[in-house]
């Protein structure tokens, strides 16, 4: 698709391809060692998308050094995640852990410090539970992890620009009807009719998607927020727990995983968000499939609690 869209526009668009060798490469290189040293914070673990393909930018003499990155984040990326729709405060704090706090199960004494953060992190301003998460998402998932590809780029030496987040953007955004947030449709009817002018194409053509991420990541939503929920996870945890899936499934993103490993670490609750996590904190090692220092019962609990001891 965005070949096309860029075929038609008469811009050059060059696919770089992202494979469990160019990860591995990049994950023994010294730029590793160097980003992850200089991004870490006590805020957030480093973002990573970008970077093999900024290495691969670094070596492309038609990259000018005085480029400038401009990214595709936008402020839609809220509305992917709005909840339902939120009657109360203890509603909105339940799904904002649900849907941000749960990569590892966590111990009770864990779950009540976790929701207590996030109280205080509300910005508390009305009742409007939409607006109050979308300030909540923005401040604390979008900055800290979508948004970060900024230190990347910054790290190779090139300038960047969020176009479509840009804080007066983000401020109009969280003012807008809830129809206009949700499932980023404001800014998709804005891009066609701007695809439509610059290509002069038809505007019905501009507004259709024939990717499959696309149709599919409209499928889970509709069906995330609907009674289907709990049996579609279910199906979905056997199929992440096929053995036979190797490296080619969801959780191959980053080539975290090596063959084998599946079996061993993944139970089908996790996504790539819960094996960096435990690497950050020193409960797995990538390198190693035998190192992971995972619970046996795979329950995260806060730096203060006593291990659970089994019942005699």
């Not at 969020?162 to 983000?170: E, H, S």
């Not at 695809?195 to 990717?211: C, M, Q, R, T, V």
């Amino acid at each position: 698709m965005a070949q096309e869209i860029a075929t038609k526009l008469d811009i050059n668009c060059v696919f770089v391809e992202y494979t469990p060798r160019m990860w591995n490469a990049l994950y023994d290189s010294d730029v590793w060692e160097d980003y992850y040293d200089r991004a870490f914070n006590l805020d957030s673990i480093p973002g990573i998308q970008v970077l093999p393909a900024l290495v691969e930018l670094e070596t492309d003499s038609r990259i000018d050094d005085d480029a400038f990155i401009v990214s595709g984040q936008t402020i839609g990326g809220v509305g992917s995640h709005l909840p339902p729709s939120p009657s109360s405060r203890a509603q909105l704090i339940e799904y904002i852990f649900d849907e941000h706090y749960s990569v590892w199960p966590s111990s009770e004494t864990l779950e009540s410090v976790l929701k207590e953060r996030i109280s205080d992190r509300l910005p508390n301003r009305s009742t409007d539970w939409l607006a109050e998460y979308a300030h909540w998402e923005q401040r604390e998932r979008q900055s800290k992890y979508l948004y970060q590809d900024w230190i990347a780029y910054d790290y190779f030496g090139y300038d960047y620009w969020y176009p479509m987040a840009d804080r007066q953007l983000m401020e109009l955004f969280e003012t807008l009807p809830e129809d206009c947030r949700r499932d980023k449709s404001l800014i998709e009817a804005y891009s066609a009719a701007l695809y439509s002018s610059l290509a002069d194409i038809d505007p019905k053509e501009a507004g259709k998607s024939e990717s499959e991420t696309a149709i599919s990541m409209r499928v889970k939503e509709r069906v995330k927020n609907s009674s289907l929920r709990p049996y579609a996870q279910v199906l979905y945890r056997k199929y992440l727990q096929n053995p036979d899936r190797g490296d080619t499934g969801p959780l191959a993103i980053y080539a975290l995983l090596a063959d084998g490993q599946y079996s061993t670490h993944t139970t089908g609750n996790e996504t790539n968000h819960s094996f960096r996590a435990a690497e950050a904190v020193d409960r797995l090692d990538f390198s190693d499939p035998d190192s992971h220092r995972m619970p046996a019962d795979s329950v995260i609990r806060a730096p203060f609690e006593e291990p659970s001891r089994p019942s005699s």
